[in-house]
């Protein structure tokens, strides 16, 4: 089977997939992340642990956040209760024909994207259904008891409450922080825990975007990137947004292995809050660079309409998957109300 990729600054790339007869005959031996070894066709299909199939749609993933279940305190303060289950046996087709073992926060990779206001009080119910030991080790302040490091979750129901107060503003990444951490990221125990301002932020169409990447062949080198888990998604189902609205988007690179990631916008600059702990924008700008974790709020307005790619501009990246496209709208009605003179 071949497939033509059309991939960013108008290159094209054929990618050949052997059939499964193929694939079957060019068994290699490799040596896990975790040094176990097995023989797979490596490029192929990832055949460890896996019993079910995992559905993910990046399109809802993008503007899907979870504020949990809301109950307040007699004192006034909220709380915010979320239920997390890890699981270790699953697959995904990443890319067409290109299988993976998966590790899962609520079965999906990324997991859920947490959304709390700053004080909020936050317990989040970890249920690790998985065959290792997990975690969740959240970015950000907490007690040491609530790192996610220490107290290693055992496998088969093992159950702990993580409760801390929401904090500080901002995007932070949380992930699985059991030994070796490598397998345990680079599977997809990781998702997104944003913090709002009291105050709140200037209405927006509000996005996440998870810069990840996947080593199918375990030789520490990652096969495919992306946003949002699946390469060229968005290339080839284009995010719909509107001229003169203002769009925020939450990046978090959790690329392991590759020591620095970036996000350029084409046609357009974003203002940009690394971390997204301060109110004023530190840069205005088309690009930035971001190494393991790192992460922050660009903000930005299309005033032309039409497509515009979005993509790594370490091009190997983007021929690799991390690619997408903003398909600008005509806002004809924000045109309306904007005419001061009713015309
Ligand atoms: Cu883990």
Redesign the pocket.
Known sequence: MILLLSVTIGVSVIVVFPNSSEAQSELKTFVTHSGEIIRTTGEIIDPLYTVSTVEFDPMEYLREFNYGKVSKLSDGTTVREYTII?E?DKVMEVSPGVFYNV?TYNGTVPGPTIRATEGDLLKINFINN?S????IHFHGIHPAGMDGVFEAIGPGGGKFVYEFEAGPVGVHPYH???MPLEE?IIHG?YGVFIVDPKEGRELADEMVMVLNGFDTDFDTENNFYAANTIPFYYQHHPIQINTNELIRVYVVNMVEFDPINNFHLHGNLYNYYPTGTDLVPSFYTDMITLSQTERGIMEFEYTYPGKYLFHAHKVEFSEKGWVGIFLVNDNVESDESDDEYGR
Request: charged residues 25%; contains cysteine.
């Open positions: 890890a270790d590790w998985g290792k030991e997990h975690t699985c922080h059991v345990h125990l």
